[in-house]
């Protein structure tokens, strides 16, 4: 980790199982990290644009225009690590990226859901004074923000996918 990465860790949990979560990474990613991104080459089916909602304290955020890039989920094992990394897709050089894993492990009848990895600090030597002195809260704060949100889809997602296959096991 270079001086100019900070390391950031968050934490949310899933009704789902890691089971469940693998399935929706594996089959459908774009239905909760956002819209695949046109590649013409197709060297990246794992893209996604989506937004990441920046906090800026106070009650104020706005929200950040990304591109998510996604690994290869792995088939079968108990825990679920997955590479995971962003970055802003205007003022690339102004925003922090994001560079870690998206790791998943099972925590009850669910799931737990934790981003783990390092974060760009912006602006040089600036840059490094003011994460330390605000940046690094906003990174903290936009980091929860993203995994609450991803848990979210992802429990919505596995609730739709159940009832469309409960639904078509009564047509059946």
């Known amino acids: 980790m270079s001086e100019m990465e900070r ?34 080459r197709m060297l990246a089916p794992h893209r996604f644009d989506t937004t990441v909602a920046v906090e800026l304290g106070a009650g104020t955020s706005t929200e950040q225009a990304v591109v998510i890039e996604l690994g ?49 600090i912006p602006f040089g030597p600036v840059g490094r004074f003011g994460d330390a002195v605000v940046g690094h809260r906003v990174a903290r704060a936009t980091m929860s923000d993203f995994a609450a949100r ?8 596995a609730r739709r996918t159940a009832h469309l296959r409960d639904q078509l096991g009564r047509r059946s």
Not at 7 to 30: H, K, W
Not at 150 to 157: F, G, V
């Open 150 to 157: 991803l848990a979210r889809r992802i429990d919505d997602e």
């Open 72 to 120: 290869r989920t792995p088939a079968d094992e108990q825990q679920l690590a997955v590479a995971i990394s962003w970055e802003a897709t205007e003022h690339e050089r102004i925003l922090p990226s994001f560079t870690g894993e998206l790791v998943v492990d099972p925590d009850g009848g669910g799931s737990s859901l934790t981003l783990r990895g390092t974060y760009s």
């Open 7 to 40: 390391p950031i860790e968050a934490t949310s949990m899933l009704r789902t199982p890691v089971d469940v979560v693998r399935t929706i990474l594996r089959e459908d990613p774009g239905s909760v990290l956002g819209a695949p991104e046109p590649d013409p």
